[in-house]
């Protein structure tokens, strides 16, 4: 569980650091925050 929140705020944080630099190749760190918050909602849902 701790592991899995961690990483989802990982890669919101790295989604947030790409648009804080203008940086709008973020595709990679939001398909990774989005599959990381799945994660997060089927473990908690389990």
């Known amino acids: 569980m701790a592991a899995s929140v961690g990483v989802t705020l990982y890669f919101v944080g790295a989604v947030i650091s790409h648009l804080r630099v203008k940086d709008f190749d973020l595709a990679?760190?939001?398909v990774l925050t989005l599959v990381a918050g799945?994660?997060?909602v089927l473990h908690v849902a389990a």
Do not use: E, H, W
């Open 28 to 30: 990679p760190a939001a």
């Open 38 to 40: 799945a994660a997060l």
